[in-house]
Every structure is written in structure tokens, then in C-alpha cells.
Nanobody, 122 residues
């Protein structure tokens, strides 16, 4: 079964950093684009960042540009989200998801991880 497992979330102070990891198994990771999404309480799911299957193309939400960096290591079957300069508005459950299509076809993110909580205190 195709599986995605997020890790690395936690509690940090305003201005701090975290690195999230998305470990993939059960499929050929190099064939999938991987996206990071987040959902805060009472808010809709938001796309945060996405990286193409080769790692050559990345996309970011305007709210995280310049602060977050997505990367991948297909040999390790892992996608990372480095989050710097965190602020309380970044507090959410973060999910990774996989698609065999390009990042912009959001409905094709069919495989999702369980999520990891990121909490940023003031």
C-alpha cells in the first residue's frame, strides 16, 4: 500500500524553525510530485508548497515564500519542508500528499499522510 508518514512537527516559539519530513513507501517515489498542505482549526486546507517528481520545480504559497523551502531526496524516499521564521499564523496540522500529475492539478493528490501538528507560540 502506498503510504506517506509525516514527522518533525512540534511546538516552537515565534521566529523559530522546524523541518518536516515526509517518508514515502509502497510506490516509486521518483514518479510522484509531493505537496505540503496545512489546515488550521476552523480554516480550509491550504496548499503550502509542492515539488515536482525530479525536484526541479517548486511552488510556494505567497504566505510562506522566502520562509519555507521544500526539497526531496528520492534515494531516501523523503520530502522535506524547512520552515524558518515561523509565526503563530503558521500553526496548523501539516500534511504531505502525492500525485502522479503536476503540482497544479490539486485534485490528483490522492495519497495523504496522517498529518503532523505544528504549533507556533507568541
Amino acid at each position: 500500500q502506498l503510504q506517506l508518514v509525516e514527522s518533525g512537527g512540534g511546538l516552537v516559539q515565534n521566529g523559530g524553525s522546524l523541518r518536516l519530513s515526509c517518508a514515502a513507501s509502497g510506490f516509486t517515489v521518483a514518479s510522484y510530485a509531493i505537496g505540503w498542505f496545512r489546515q488550521a482549526p476552523g480554516k480550509e486546507r491550504e496548499g503550502v508548497a509542492c515539488i515536482s517528481s525530479s525536484g526541479g520545480i517548486t511552488n510556494y504559497a505567497d504566505s510562506v515564500k522566502g520562509r519555507f523551502t521544500i526539497s526531496r531526496d528520492n534515494v531516501k524516499r523523503t520530502v522535506y519542508l524547512q520552515m524558518n521564521s515561523l509565526n503563530p499564523e503558521d500553526t496548523a496540522v501539516y500534511y504531505c500528499a502525492a500525485t502522479r500529475y503536476v503540482c497544479t492539478v490539486v485534485d490528483e493528490f490522492r495519497f495523504w499522510g496522517q498529518g503532523t501538528q505544528v504549533t507556533v507560540s507568541s
